[in-house]
């Protein structure tokens, strides 16, 4: 199996890797990643777990390629990115789609590599739950199964459309649906749904295309 680090910009040291698999992932060693060192399957599984999808696999002995999960959906992490996973495709600023299986998307509006998160929300003291309060919690109609595409609006949120299901830290269901507009400049008292508060503090995006 050949394995590579495709995407360095997109690790923000979720530690999946280094705490799943020390024998081929270890910071102590160089190269730090020993791909020889684990059966393949191993390695895929430890793989499938970075959840910014910085680390990729492509498989050359014949076993099974990674594929997008059945459902698509975004995890809310306490005080940081949104997780998402499944057949996501996100458009970029020049208007070209990058699909991916795994992404963490900024949403304390301080990242340098927008629409991804590249922790600045750690310097920044960004506080937002990991979950959405009982009377703000909706399942809307679901729809057939859909690639989830999303757009980042320019100076604006995050534009969601597709089947797709938001999920608290702890795997709780929060709301079920094919569109919503979530908030990624910070400030919404509705996180993590957008209110216009990118409006009022003059919200600017630089470039969106972020590899």
Known sequence: MAFF??????CIH????VSRLTAVFDTAK??????GSAPADAVAEVVAH??????????K?????????DSSHVVLTPNGPLYVRGDVHIQTADGATQQETRAALCRCGQSANKPFCDNAHVAAGFTAAGSM????VGVAEETAASPLRITPAANGPLLLSGRFEIRSADGQTLFRGSKAALCRCGGSANKP??????????FVTEVDDAD
Do not use: M, N, S
């Open 30 to 35: 160089r190269p730090w990643i020993q791909p």
């Open 133 to 136: 309060a009982a009377g703000e």
């Open 5 to 10: 680090v495709c995407r360095a910009a997109r």
């Open 50 to 59: 970075c959840p910014t999808g910085a680390l990729q696999y492509q498989r």
């Open 14 to 17: 979720a530690a999946e890797c």
């Open 193 to 202: 749904f957008c209110d216009g508060t990118h409006k009022r503090i003059g």
């Open 61 to 69: 002995d014949g076993g099974t390629a990674e594929t997008a999960a």
